[in-house]
């Protein structure tokens, strides 16, 4: 059984969250998927509009999602001591960064491998979130 993990914070679920997950699990018998916690987004002085309790939720009733848990830690790898994952998918946005690189090297230990997928361009929660400021006029310029 091949295990899959990956993360997000899954604020304003779009269609881009919807078709990596799909292709995550098209990849692995059981997908894992780490949502993002609110005290964690915070940390780049963000806020999700969508609750951590609620963006839970509705990842956890996607059919391309085997379980749920809370992401609270950056760290991936500690993550995998806990799950001992096979593949872990990743937006190709990180794709050759001093981070994941040093992931890659760690993970290449274990045997892990680490698939990027291409990043969604056309949807994203921050341009969502922006257009919503925009139309409520409440954008600071």
Known sequence: MIIGYTTGVFD??????????????????KLIVGVTTDELVSYKNKKAVIPFDERLEIVRNIKYVDAVIAQESMDKFETWKKLKFDVMFVGDDWY???????FEKQFNEVGVRIIYFPYHKGTSSTLINETLLKLRGEKKD
Request: aromatic content about 8%; hydrophobic content about 35%; charged content about 20%.
């Open 96 to 102: 050759n960064t001093d981070k994941w690189n040093n």
């Open 12 to 29: 304003l679920f779009h269609i881009g969250h919807l078709n990596m997950l799909k292709n995550a699990k098209s990849m692995c018998d």
